[in-house]
Structure formats: C-alpha cells, structure tokens
C-alpha cells in the first residue's frame, strides 16, 4: 500500500544513522544538525509523523477521534460525508430515526462513484461504537511477527488504541481506502460504500437501509462485503440469536408465613436452572440443536431480578436471556424452551418464556467464501448481516455475502481495544481481493 511506504524509507534511515537500535516507545533518536554526529536528540512524534504521512491511517485515525457511541453518530457521519464528497463520490445521507437521548439528526452513509448509476458491489461496515469513547492512541510493541533487520521499521511494530479502532472503523477506514484504490485505476467500478448507524444496539441503521429503495427488489448487488473484526479471516457463517425473558408470579407474604404466599422465585429457579442447561442437553433430550459448522449452542442468563426483600416472600422474578443458536431456527428454538420451562415446572403456569419483550431473533447465518487466499473460520458474534434483507436478482444468479475485516472480536469492546498498522494494511489488500472477485463475477 503505497501511502505507508514513506514512513518505512524514512525510519530506515534514521535507524540507519542511530548506534542505539534499542529505542524506548514514542521515542527515536536522531542526529542532532548544529551538534557533533554522536550526540542525539529526542523525536517524541516520530510515530505521530508515520499516521500523519499516511492518508489511509489518518483517515482511520481522525474517524477514532471522533465520538460516536450509538445513538451520537451525526458528527462522524458529517465527516464520513464531506470525505467521500471531497472524493468525486454520489453521498446519500439517508435519515435514521433518533434514540431517546441522542442526536436528532443521524443518517446511514450511502456513497457511489459519481460515474455509477446502480453499485453491483457493496462495501458496508458500521460507524457506531459500544461506550465509553477511549482516546485515540498509538504506541510502539513487541511484534512476534516483525520480519525486518531492524524491527522498529515493521508495521506490525506500532499499535494503534483507542475506541472503535478496532470495531468497525478498522473496517471503515480500510473499506473507503480499498475502493479509492480501485477506483483510481478503474474510474467506473461498480462500487457502493454502505456505513449505518446503531449497529451495536439494534441494527436500525442497517433495517432502514434494507426496507429502503437504495436496496431494490429485484437485486442489483452481485456481493456485499460486511466489515467486522474477523482477524483478516474470511468468515463462513456466525451463529443465529434468539432472546427472551423468562418471568415468573407469585404472591406476596410475611417471610415468617410462607405458606400465605407463593414465591416466584423458587418458582423461576427449576426453570432457570433448566434454561441454563438447555445448549448441553442433547437435542433428542429437549436440548437446543447443535451443529458441526458452530459447535453447541450457548445460553447466557445475562440478568436476573425478583423480589423486595429478605422478609418478603418474593410476588415477581424475571431473568434476561440470550441465546447464540448453532442451528435450527429462532421458532424452533421458542419450542425448545416453552417445552423445558413447562416440564421444569410441571406446567403449574406461574412460569413463562416472553419473547414478545426482546424481538430479535434469527437463524445462523452461512455466508461465502469462495475467494482464494484467506483463513476460514466462523464467529460467535451477531453482525448486521441478518438485518439487511438481500432480495433475488432477476438473472437467478446468487448474490454472494462475505463478511471480513481487522482486529480481534476478543479486544473490540474492551478497554484494551487495538490492532496494529500491519493489520490494517493487510485488510486494505483483502478487501482489494474481494471487490476484484465479485467484480470479475
Ligand atoms: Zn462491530
């Protein structure tokens, strides 16, 4: 990628010229012009320098320094916007309903080479973040992969920090920079950038854009590549979803008088208890379905709440539940679990599964992996790819759906969340990749 070569040249030489090599992070020494060669001089910005001689990595670092926890994406959408403006790009600003609390103006990105009516091949990525907003940083580390004579010349040396520097604007950054650099040798590839909004709290961004006309029926994308941390894998398939709440009723009593009562949650507990245990029961026993791609399904009891207190018998409990589905589909799985809450509690009704009060809810979804050249593997982690509904295309023909992009999902909402300059230079060549075989489709 030529925009991060300079950097290379110029470190070469400056660790040419130093007897040191050892260097201390942010820092580099450098003969001093008006002193004897020997004596140095500290460069605390000499990192600085290498993402500002970069386009592609001061992109992605000016999109990490802005805020945009889902919800407050309106400033990072300006941004995007006059970015993708400034470059010859068609920009639709395609409005998405406010959240209670955020910016009353926030849109999804839709962005098409000015020569292109109809983009065949849609890059999407997300452009919220989970909170809190982590500052944008860059530091020098240890690299077990560094190749070089002088490691501190290798990008896989210096860590970029900070939030969404990973999930998605990695993704982002890298999507923009791959089209541009396509673009620039063919002027009228078919290409469209898709970035939503409130991809982190419900996919609304991503729903607007799938029920809207910029999604026509039938089809006219022949592949769209979603953009998540995939550690540069090329991801065959995520796990479906399905969450409910599991409540429980009772009646209220003086501890002392139990049986004036009934406790809902010692009517919950056998329920839970048995929810828990549902993605290790086999499948023929009652248990949720599993599958050689996704492994077990998995059941996480996220929050539960009942009762007021030690001296009254508890009149309600209810409990929060996600399920990662490695099979079947969401209705399946509501049947899994209205029958284990019934034999759990012997049917008596004080007990029962709601999925009215958390709608989401899909299967497993496969996804392509028909180009040469990338790790395969699948991620336990829900994506936008179910909220964007991809209609047939009038030749028949199957419209390919990959998902692919930098980072670790295991740091992306953490507060160590990063990746390396080597990272990101090596997704800006795999989404190259993939715009070039569907294109060539
Ligand atoms: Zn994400």
Same mark, same amino acid.
């Given at each position: 990628?030529?925009?991060?070569?300079?950097?290379?040249?110029?470190?070469?030489?400056?660790?040419?010229?130093?007897?040191?090599?050892?260097?201390?992070?942010?820092?580099?020494?450098?003969?001093?012009?008006?002193?004897?060669?020997?004596?140095?001089?500290?460069?605390?910005?000499?990192?600085?320098?290498?993402?500002?001689?970069?386009?592609?990595?001061?992109?992605?670092?000016?999109?990490?320094?802005?805020?945009?926890?889902?919800?407050?994406?309106?400033?990072?959408?300006?941004?995007?916007?006059?970015?993708?403006?400034?470059?010859?790009?068609?920009?639709?600003?395609?409005?998405?309903?406010?959240?209670?609390?955020?910016?009353?103006?926030?849109?999804?990105?839709?962005?098409?080479?000015?020569?292109?009516?109809?983009?065949?091949?849609?890059?999407?990525?997300?452009?919220?973040?989970?909170?809190?907003?982590?500052?944008?940083?860059?530091?020098?580390?240890?690299?077990?992969?560094?190749?070089?004579?002088?490691?501190?010349?290798?990008?896989?040396?210096?860590?970029?920090?900070?939030?969404?520097?990973?999930? +998605?604007? /990695?993704? !982002? $950054?890298?999507?923009?920079? %791959?089209?541009?650099?396509?673009?620039? &040798?063919?002027?009228?590839?078919?290409?469209?950038?898709?970035?939503?909004?409130?991809?982190?709290?419900?996919?609304?961004?991503?729903?607007?854009?799938?029920?809207?006309?910029?999604?026509?029926?039938?089809?006219?994308?022949?592949?769209?590549?979603?953009?998540?941390?995939?550690?540069?894998?090329?991801?065959?398939?995520?796990?479906?979803?399905?969450?409910?709440?599991?409540?429980?009723?009772?009646?209220?009593?003086?501890?002392?008088?139990?049986?004036?009562?009934?406790?809902?949650?010692?009517?919950?507990?056998?329920?839970?208890?048995?929810?828990?245990?549902?993605?290790?029961?086999?499948?023929?026993?009652?248990?949720?379905?599993?599958?050689?791609?996704?492994?077990?399904?998995?059941?996480?009891?996220?929050?539960?709440?009942?009762?007021?207190?030690?001296?009254?018998?508890?009149?309600? +409990?209810? /409990?929060? !539940? $996600?399920?990662?589905?490695? %099979?079947?589909?969401?209705?399946?799985? &509501?049947?899994?679990?209205?029958?284990?809450?019934?034999?759990?509690?012997?049917?008596?009704?004080?007990?029962?599964?709601?999925?009215?009060?958390?709608?989401?809810?899909?299967?497993?979804?496969?996804?392509?992996?028909?180009?040469?050249?990338?790790?395969?593997?699948?991620?336990?982690?829900?994506?936008?790819?179910?909220?964007?509904?991809?209609?047939?295309?009038?030749?028949?023909?199957?419209?390919?759906?990959?998902?692919?992009?930098?980072?670790?999902?295991?740091?992306?909402?953490?507060?160590?969340?990063?990746?390396?300059?080597?990272?990101?230079?090596?997704?800006?060549?795999?989404?190259?990749?993939?715009?070039?075989?569907?294109?060539?489709?």
């Amino acid at each position: 990628m030529k925009s991060v070569k300079p950097y290379l040249l110029a470190s070469a030489a400056l660790a040419a010229a130093s007897p040191h090599p050892a260097l201390l992070p942010q820092e580099i020494l450098q003969p001093s012009l008006s002193t004897p060669a020997q004596d140095y001089v500290l460069v605390p910005n000499a990192l600085d320098d290498i993402i500002n001689d970069s386009q592609f990595l001061s992109f992605h670092r000016d999109l990490v320094q802005i805020s945009s926890i889902s919800g407050h994406e309106q400033e990072v959408g300006s941004f995007v916007a006059e970015f993708l403006q400034a470059r010859n790009f068609t920009v639709v600003k395609q409005p998405v309903p406010a959240k209670e609390g955020g910016d009353q103006d926030r849109f999804n990105i839709y962005a098409y080479p000015s020569s292109v009516e109809t983009p065949e091949v849609l890059l999407t990525s997300h452009i919220d973040t989970v909170p809190p907003f982590i500052p944008y940083s860059v530091e020098r580390v240890e690299s077990e992969t560094a190749k070089s004579v002088n490691p501190n010349n290798d990008p896989s040396t210096i860590r970029i920090s900070g939030r969404g520097s990973v999930d +998605a604007k /990695a993704s !982002v $950054a890298a999507q923009v920079f %791959a089209a541009l650099d396509i673009l620039e &040798r063919q002027p009228d590839a078919s290409l469209g950038l898709l970035f939503v909004v409130d991809e982190e709290v419900g996919g609304a961004g991503m729903k607007v854009f799938s029920d809207s006309s910029l999604n026509p029926a039938p089809s006219s994308f022949k592949a769209v590549i979603f953009g998540e941390p995939t550690n540069l894998d090329l991801v065959s398939g995520h796990k479906g979803m399905l969450g409910f709440e599991l409540v429980a009723k009772g009646h209220a009593a003086h501890s002392g008088y139990p049986w004036l009562g009934r406790s809902a949650i010692s009517a919950i507990l056998p329920a839970l208890s048995r929810v828990d245990q549902l993605g290790d029961i086999p499948a023929e026993e009652g248990g949720l379905p599993s599958s050689s791609k996704y492994g077990r399904t998995t059941v996480n009891i996220g929050r539960v709440e009942g009762g007021v207190a030690a001296n009254v018998v508890p009149s309600s +409990a209810r /409990a929060n !539940v $996600a399920v990662r589905l490695a %099979a079947g589909t969401p209705d399946e799985a &509501r049947d899994i679990v209205h029958r284990a809450v019934r034999d759990a509690t012997d049917s008596n009704g004080d007990v029962h599964a709601d999925f009215d009060a958390r709608s989401e809810g899909y299967p497993p979804q496969d996804l392509d992996t028909d180009v040469a050249g990338f790790r395969i593997s699948t991620v336990n982690y829900g994506t936008d790819v179910p909220n964007l509904k991809i209609h047939e295309r009038a030749d028949g023909r199957s419209v390919r759906r990959y998902l692919y992009g930098p980072g670790s999902i295991h740091v992306a909402h953490g507060d160590n969340e990063g990746l390396t300059i080597a990272d990101l230079e090596e997704a800006l060549q795999g989404y190259r990749k993939l715009i070039e075989a569907a294109m060539g489709r």
